[in-house]
C-alpha cells in the first residue's frame, strides 16, 4: 500500500492547525520531506565521518501521521539521525518498531520506499527510522565497537532512540522489534546481539549473520562474508553472539530470515549461515519443525516450533536479487512480530492444557532443589507454556532450568524456553529450580498449566 506522499499529509495537518497557530506558538521537531530513493546497492567502503556534538533534547512528541526528525535523543556516538513515524491513531502502550535502510539509503527514503509506515496506520503501533550520516550511508556492522553491546557506534545511537521513543510514547518494552533491508538487515542481526533485553524479535531482508562482516583495519566492507566464503559451525556462529554481552541468561529474541538465491550483492550462503547462527543461539537443532511453500518459488522453513511465532523462521526466493522487501513481505514480517492483530501483543497467548504435575525435593538444612514434570494429558499439543505455583513461605528461588522463573517467591510463572516449547499429547517435560528456605522444604502445593489447575502425581 502507498501512502500519500509526506508534503500532502503536512499540508492537511497544518490546515488541521491552523486556528491553534493563531493563538499559540508551539516549537515542535522539524518534518523532512524524503528525497529520491537510490538503488539498492551496497556502497564501497569509507571512513565514518566525525560525530557532531548532541542537539539540544527535542521537548515535544512528533506530530501524528507524519515523518518527523528528533534530535538530542541521547548518546549517539556515530551522529546518526532518527526518525519517528507515530500514525494518526496509536494503541494503548504501543509497539516500537524500528526500520533499518540499506546503504545508500536513508530513514527518509525507507519509510517512503517500504509498507511499514502503512501498516503502523493499520495496526497502531510506531516506527523509529534510524538515519547514517557518513558518506557511505552504510551502518557500521563491522567494528569491534559495533560488535558489543554498549561498545559505541551506531548501535549505541540506535539503542537511545529506542529509549527515547519508549519514554515518549509510554511505549510497550516488551514488544520493541527491527527489520532492516542489506546494511540494514545485518545491523538487525547486531542489534538482536548487543541488546537481547531490548529487542523481542528481528526480521532480516538479505543480511549476513553477526561478526560475519566483522573487520579490525576500520573497513566498512568484507568481501569474503559479502561473497558468502565465510562459514562457520553453528556453535561457532552463536558463540559470537553470546560474547556480544558476556554473562547474559534471558531470552532470546526470535528471528525471521529472508534472502533471494540470486542475491549479487551479499550472496546466497551467508542465508544458511544466519540460520546455523540463531537457532544455535536458541538452542534449537538444524532440522526444521516444520517446511512449506506459502507462495510460488518461496520455502519458508520454521524451528523451535510450526506456528507463525517460531523462534527462527527462515524465507528462501528461489530466482530473486537483492532487492527486498517487496510487496506483501512487510505484512509477513509483522505477522511474525505479532503486530497485526491491532497491537495485542507478540502472539496468541498459550492455550490452556490437561497436566499432571510431578515434583521431587531435595533439601539440606538452609537450601533445596525441585524437580518438576510437567506431562500432557490432553489430546492436542501445548504450543507454549507457563506454569504457575506459590513457593511455601520462606523459600527464594536463586537459580533454575529449563523455563524462566519470575518473580524468584510467592506467586511464581515459570516459563518454557526455546527448546521446549511444546508438550505433545501423553509427554512432559523435567524442569527444576534450587530456592533457599528458612526450615521449610516442601513443594508447592498446587500447580496451573496456562491457567488450568493440574494434577499432582
Known amino acids: 500500500m502507498r501512502r500519500r506522499p509526506l508534503r500532502t499529509a503536512l499540508v492537511a495537518l497544518l490546515g ?22 537510490p538503488g539498492r546497492t551496497a556502497a564501497a567502503p569509507v571512513a565514518p565521518s566525525t560525530p557532531a556534538a548532541p542537539s539540544a533534547p527535542s521537548v515535544l512528541a512528533a506530530p501524528a501521521a507524519a515523518l518527523t526528525e528528533v534530535t538530542g535523543f541521547g548518546s549517539n556516538p556515530s551522529n546518526l539521525q532518527m526518525y519517528v513515524y507515530v500514525p494518526a491513531t496509536v494503541t494503548a502502550r504501543p509497539a516500537i518498531l524500528v526500520a533499518v535502510h540499506y546503504c545508500g539509503g536513508s530513514g527518509p527514503v525507507f519509510h517512503s520506499g517500504t509498507e511499514f509506515a502503512s501498516l503502523a496506520d493499520r495496526y497502531g503501533f510506531i516506527v523509529v527510522y534510524p538515519s547514517v550520516t557518513r558518506a557511505s550511508k552504510c551502518f557500521d556492522v563491522s567494528s569491534p565497537q559495533a560488535l558489543r553491546r554498549g561498545g559505541g557506534s551506531d548501535p549505541v545511537g540506535i539503542r537511545s532512540m ?120 536458541h538452542g534449537l537443532a538444524q532440522t526444521p519443525s ?35 522487501p517487496a510487496g506483501g513481505m512487510a505484512a509477513r514480517a509483522l505477522t511474525f512480530f505479532g503486530l497485526d492483530g491491532g497491537g495485542s501483543g507478540p502472539g496468541p497467548e498459550p492455550q490452556p492444557g490437561t497436566c499432571r504435575v510431578a515434583v521431587t525435593i531435595s533439601a539440606w538444612n538452609t537450601g533445596l532443589t525441585a524437580s518438576v514434570t510437567i506431562t500432557n494429558t490432553g489430546t492436542t499439543p501445548v504450543n507454549g507454556w507457563k506454569l504457575g505455583f506459590t513457593l511455601p513461605s520462606g523459600q527464594t528461588i536463586t537459580s533454575g532450568w529449563g523455563a524462566t522463573y519470575t518473580p524468584a517467591g510467592g506467586a511464581v510463572t515459570a516459563t518454557n524456553v526455546s527448546y521446549n516449547g511444546t508438550i505433545a499429547p501423553a509427554t512432559g517435560v523435567t524442569i527444576g529450580y534450587q530456592a533457599n528456605h528458612g526450615g521449610g522444604a516442601s513443594a508447592p502445593g498446587a500447580f496451573t498449566l496456562n491457567g488450568t489447575a493440574c494434577t499432582l502425581a
Open 162 to 281: 529506542v529509549d527515547w521513543a519508549t519514554r515518549t510514547y509510554s511505549a510497550d518494552t516488551s514488544r520493541v522489534y527491527v527489520t532492516g533491508a542489506s546494511s540494514g538487515a545485518m545491523m538487525t542481526n547486531v542489534l538482536l546481539g548487543d541488546y537481547p533485553d531490548v529487542f523481542a524479535a528481528g526480521a532480516a531482508f538479505m543480511g549476513v549473520p553477526f561478526g560475519c562482516f566483522a573487520t579490525t583495519d576500520g573497513s566498512e566492507w568484507n568481501s569474503a562474508c559479502a561473497n558468502g566464503t565465510v562459514s562457520r559451525t553453528p556453535a561457532g556462529w552463536g558463540d559470537l553472539v553470546r560474547a556480544a554481552y558476556p554473562g547474559y541468561s534471558g531470552p532470546r529474541p526470535r528471528m525471521q530470515l529472508w534472502h533471494g538465491t540470486e542475491d549479487d550483492i551479499l550472496r546466497y550462503p551467508n542465508f544458511g549461515e544466519e540460520i546455523k547462527q540463531w537457532t544455535n543461539v
Open 16 to 37: 488541521a492547525l491552523a486556528p491553534l497557530l493563531a493563538t499559540v506558538f508551539l516549537t515542535a521537531p522539524a518534518a523532512s520531506a524524503a528525497p529520491p530513493a
Open 290 to 324: 516444520a517446511t512449506d511453500t506459502p507462495q510460488s518459488g518461496w520455502t519458508r522453513t520454521r524451528y523451535g516450533s510450526t506456528g507463525n511465532q517460531a523462534q527462527v523462521e527462515a524465507i528462501s526466493l528461489q530466482g530473486v536479487g537483492h532487492n527486498l
